[in-house]
C-alpha cells in the first residue's frame, strides 16, 4: 500500500472562491479515492476515480488523475463556509484495497 | 447506504487498563479496517481483516489486537493502554464496489491518563 502526499498542508479563501487542493503518490493504482472530514468526526467519501479516467464530476467537485505525473487534484468551485474541513486523499493499490491515507489538506471557507 | 457504528464517542481510560473499542457494519462487507488519527500525522492503520477470525497487521499494530468472531463486528483492543494512545480511533468497512469508497465510523476519542 502507498500513502497519498496531500499539497498545500493548509489553505484558506473567501467564500465563492475556488479551491484546488493535490496529492502526488508513488506507485500504479488502481483506483484514488478523496475524502473529507469535518473537524472531530469521522472521514466522509467524496469520490473515487479509477486508473483509467481522467476526469470526474460530482457537483461542485472535479477531480483530475494524471498516472502519467502520478498526481490528483480536487477542485471545490464556488466555495461555501461549510466545506471547511480537512481534505484526504488515498491511492488504492495491489489486491487487498487497502487506503493508506496522507496528512490531508486544511480548508477554511471565510464567509 | 452501509452504516458502521463505533460504540463510544468519548473514553476516558487509565494507564495499564484493557481498552476494548468496538466497531459494527450493518452490510455484511468482509474488510474491515481500525486507524488511528493525530495531529500532524494523518491516519494510520493499525489492523484489518478480510473476514470472520482473519487479521492482518497494519503499519502500527504494536500495542494492540484485534477481534473478528462475527462478520459484523470488528473489535480493536488495547491490552493494557499508555498515555501514548490517546488518539482518535476510526473504524472503516469499503462499500459494496464501484464508486463507493470507504464508509467511516464517527470515530472513538479516547484518552488515556
Not at chain 1, 505525473?69 to 488504492?92: G, V
Not at chain 2, 487509565?14 to 479496517?33: A, I, P, S, Y
Not at chain 2, 470488528?74 to 498515555?83: D, G, K, R
Amino acid at each position: 500500500s502507498q500513502q497519498g502526499e496531500e499539497d498545500p498542508q493548509a489553505l484558506s479563501i473567501q467564500e465563492g472562491e475556488n479551491a484546488t487542493m493535490n496529492c502526488s503518490y508513488k506507485t500504479s493504482i488502481n483506483n484514488l479515492q478523496w475524502y473529507r472530514q469535518n473537524s472531530g468526526r469521522g472521514l466522509v467519501h467524496l469520490i473515487l476515480i479509477r486508473s483509467n479516467e481522467r476526469e470526474k464530476h460530482s457537483g461542485r467537485l472535479r477531480v483530475t488523475l494524471d498516472t502519467s505525473k502520478k498526481s490528483s487534484s480536487l477542485l471545490i468551485t464556488a466555495s461555501r463556509a461549510a466545506d471547511t474541513a480537512s481534505y484526504f486523499c488515498a491511492p488504492e493499490s495491489g489486491s487487498q484495497g487497502n487506503l493508506i491515507f496522507g496528512k490531508g489538506t486544511k480548508l477554511s471557507v471565510k464567509p | 447506504d452501509v452504516k458502521v457504528t463505533q460504540s463510544s464517542r468519548y473514553l476516558v481510560k487509565r494507564t495499564g487498563e484493557k481498552v476494548f473499542l468496538e466497531c459494527v457494519q450493518d452490510m455484511d462487507h468482509e474488510n474491515m479496517f481500525w486507524y488511528r488519527q493525530d495531529p500532524g500525522l494523518g491516519l494510520r492503520l493499525i489492523y484489518f481483516s478480510y473476514d470472520v477470525k482473519m487479521k492482518e497487521k497494519g503499519d502500527i499494530p504494536e500495542g494492540y489486537s484485534v477481534s473478528r468472531e462475527k462478520k459484523e463486528r470488528f473489535s480493536l483492543i488495547l491490552e493494557s493502554a499508555s498515555t501514548n494512545q490517546t488518539s482518535m480511533y476510526l473504524c472503516a468497512t469499503p462499500g459494496a464496489g464501484g464508486s463507493y469508497g470507504y464508509t467511516f465510523g464517527s470515530g472513538t476519542r479516547l484518552t488515556v491518563v
